[in-house]
């Protein structure tokens, strides 16, 4: 029986396509998809006859839906540690070549985008966005935090946009990506096959020529009120002015809040605050730091069972109330 290569790469007239082959996994991350990645965009870097690279995910379900996060939870478990730090080694190192690389990378997103997934998009200066695109960044419902340089990308875009979904995790669609400046274009998923093919074609060009007016902005007419309530300096004070807020989106934000990690929330808020002023390089060294002494926390081994492993979507986390995180406990997390 022949297995299908989880990572596809040809070149095909003016690019190199780069495809992400793990549909029924959602196209998630483990590091030999990694190391692939890294591996043909060296190959590339040099190549004269590559003039930019094309990434999309197989199936219509997702782009990428993040890393392997079962795997990195046992080999925290199993002390492994080892294991886990490779990944995350070469997976930073792997956004950073996305970040700098000297040919045009262009993400055609379709489907959802999800932690390593925007690792894999966003960092790159062309990321086109379909109707069917859905990011988030929900890792304090694992208990852990938006890390592949998230902690550098949430806190510069517009207002506090970044903070609220940050902590959330709640997910917005292709055409709010855009407006919040996750993606730059917006093309219809019918045209995406169109799309890719005109860049083998014509190169960058052809994203003008594809892209499509924009749906208006969902958030718009709270844009203000969101920056209010996340810019609170803690998360109490955010959900008190959440609270204090009576509209749809902030219900919604605090069923949000109240349904994951509290001690993640507070971390994840602390980690944001401080990559405002980081590097990206700085961001994800910062990272790297954090992920050793966020996932020896017990909420992170718990909120990957309850939301990856047993799917029973019921966390006990470890303590069950915001309120009741040791700011102190906290804290000690950013000097281990």
């Given at each position: 029986m022949t297995t299908e290569p989880t990572v596809v790469t040809s070149r095909d007239g003016r690019i190199g396509r780069i495809l992400l082959n793990r549909p029924r996994a959602l196209n998630a991350?483990?590091?030999?998809?990694?190391?692939?990645?890294?591996?043909?965009?060296?190959?590339?870097?040099?190549?004269?006859?590559?003039?930019?690279?094309?990434?999309?995910?197989?199936?219509?379900?997702?782009?990428?839906a993040g890393g392997d996060i079962r795997a990195l939870r046992d080999g925290q478990l199993s002390g492994d540690r080892a294991s886990v730090d490779q990944f995350f080694t070469e997976e930073y190192a792997l956004?950073?070549?996305?970040?700098?690389?000297?040919?045009?990378?262009?993400?055609l997103i379709d489907g959802i985008c999800m932690g390593g997934g925007i690792g894999m998009s966003v960092h790159a200066p062309y990321r086109v966005a379909t109707e069917y695109a859905g990011f988030a960044m929900p890792e304090t419902a694992i208990g852990?935090?938006?890390?592949?340089?998230?902690?550098?990308?949430?806190?510069?875009?517009?207002?506090?946009?970044?903070?609220?979904?940050?902590?959330?995790?709640?997910?917005?669609?292709?055409?709010?990506?855009?407006?919040a400046g996750l993606a730059t274009h917006f093309t219809s998923r019918a045209r995406l096959p169109d799309l890719s093919s005109a860049l083998a074609r014509d190169g960058i060009a052809a994203l003008a020529v594809y892209n499509e007016p924009l749906p208006a902005f969902s958030l718009a007419d709270h844009r203000a009120a969101i920056d209010h309530c996340f810019a609170a300096a803690?998360?109490?004070?955010?959900?008190?002015?959440?609270?204090?807020?009576?509209?749809?989106?902030?219900t919604a934000a605090l069923k949000s809040l109240h349904h994951v990690s509290?001690?993640?929330?507070?971390?994840?808020?602390?980690?944001?605050?401080?990559?405002?002023?980081?590097?990206?390089?700085?961001?994800l060294a910062a990272e790297f730091a954090l992920t050793r002494t966020t996932m020896a926390h017990p909420d992170f081994a718990e909120g990957v069972r309850a939301m990856i492993v047993d799917k029973d979507r019921t966390p006990a986390w470890?303590?069950?109330?915001?309120?009741?995180?040791?700011?102190?406990?906290?804290?000690?997390?950013?000097?281990?």
């Open positions: 991350l483990d590091l030999a998809m990694i190391r692939a990645c890294a591996a043909i965009l060296e190959t590339w870097r040099e190549d004269p006859h590559v003039d930019a690279v094309v990434i999309e995910g197989a199936g219509d379900r997702a782009f990428c956004n950073v070549t996305i970040a700098t690389y000297p040919k045009p990378y262009i993400a852990f935090f938006p890390d592949i340089g998230a902690t550098f990308l949430l806190p510069r875009l517009p207002g506090e946009l970044g903070t609220y979904l940050g902590l959330t995790g709640l997910r917005i669609n292709g055409g709010d990506s855009v407006h803690t998360v109490g004070e955010i959900v008190a002015r959440l609270e204090a807020t009576h509209a749809d989106w902030a509290p001690s993640a929330l507070h971390w994840t808020l602390r980690a944001l605050r401080r990559g405002r002023d980081l590097t990206l390089k700085q961001a470890q303590p069950t109330r915001i309120e009741d995180v040791d700011p102190n406990r906290i804290a000690a997390l950013f000097e281990g």
